[in-house]
């Protein structure tokens, strides 16, 4: 039977408990126990409605709590569901939109990154381009904008590039590939993070293209490049491949193109001057 916890219980209750049934009874006692106070005035006199209140207002508060009991059970529910996906999801940071310093970096537009945190590109199976150098914040919106895709409901993988290969490479060695791929095929919003950082070993080309052809217009994904897409022939080391990648991936595509200085300079710089000063 199953066991739902009351308001009583998140309060420092009995801690036991209550079954639906449970719930129900004690609902349906309030009911009975209200009304017959309410309308036989405890003498025994007919039952009769109390002036100025009809029947189905009686037995309210037994209703009220079956009712918040029930809701707790939601809440709760709901953010052990949350607690899992991101768990699962594998980010390397959790991080939130209303942390991130707007005022430093005045190239990237708030309004069109909270936009994209409301995930609708992802109903339509949209996908993502973040393009800046080192340090200007491309990891921190995206793993923000999947904490919130999962807050809305949605599952979320994110990996690094350079994860993405090895799992491929690791798992093709033990004939496990159809089952890595099938973990990157699954999530509504799949990120991949990191482009561009160095080049990628041979067949990298094959495993991104298999990945991103099969979420063309299926799933979403979002990936981060330090690099101009000029360039990622040279770093995938296949040129084919790279272009067959960027033609899928960007026909549905949004692209943020950001500019500027690095935070993670920025934070050394003034270690520096606290330090003289």
Not at 41 to 46: L, N
Not at 139 to 147: D, E, K, N, T
Not at 177 to 189: F, G, I, Q, S
Request: charged residues 30%; aromatic residues 6%.
């Amino acid at each position: 039977m199953r066991r739902v916890r009351g308001a009583a219980h998140q309060r420092g209750g009995c801690g036991e408990g209550i079954t639906l049934s449970g719930l129900e009874a004690v609902a349906a006692f309030g009911i009975g126990v209200d009304a017959r106070r309410e309308t036989s005035g405890g003498k025994g006199e007919p039952a009769q409605p109390p002036e100025g209140r009809d029947l189905g207002s009686i037995g309210r508060p037994g209703e009220e709590f079956l009712e918040l009991a029930l809701q707790d059970e939601l809440v709760i529910r709901k953010d052990r569901l949350i607690a899992r996906r991101t768990k699962a999801a594998s980010f390397r940071e959790l991080k939130l939109l209303p942390d991130f310093d707007w005022s430093f970096n005045t190239s990237i537009r708030k309004k069109q990154i909270y936009d994209l945190a409301t995930c609708k590109f992802i109903e339509k199976a949209g996908d993502l381009l973040l393009i800046g150098p080192p340090g200007t914040g491309k990891s921190f919106l995206v793993q923000a904008i999947g904490l919130q895709a999962i807050r809305s409901g949605r599952t979320v993988l994110y990996r690094s590039i350079f994860d993405v290969v090895r799992d491929f490479l690791k798992d093709e060695a033990f004939a496990g590939e159809e089952k890595v791929l099938a973990r990157y095929l699954k999530p509504d919003l799949l990120i991949i993070d990191d482009m561009g950082m160095k080049q990628l070993p041979k067949r990298s080309g094959e495993f991104l293209f298999e990945v991103i052809m099969r979420r063309h217009e299926l799933r979403s994904t979002i990936m981060t490049s330090n690099r101009p897409i000029e360039d990622w022939g040279k770093l995938i080391g296949d040129v084919p491949s790279a272009t067959a990648i960027l033609d899928r991936f960007l026909q549905h595509a949004e692209i943020v193109t950001i500019t500027g200085r690095s935070y993670r300079l920025k934070d050394r710089a003034c270690r520096k001057s606290t330090k003289k000063g």
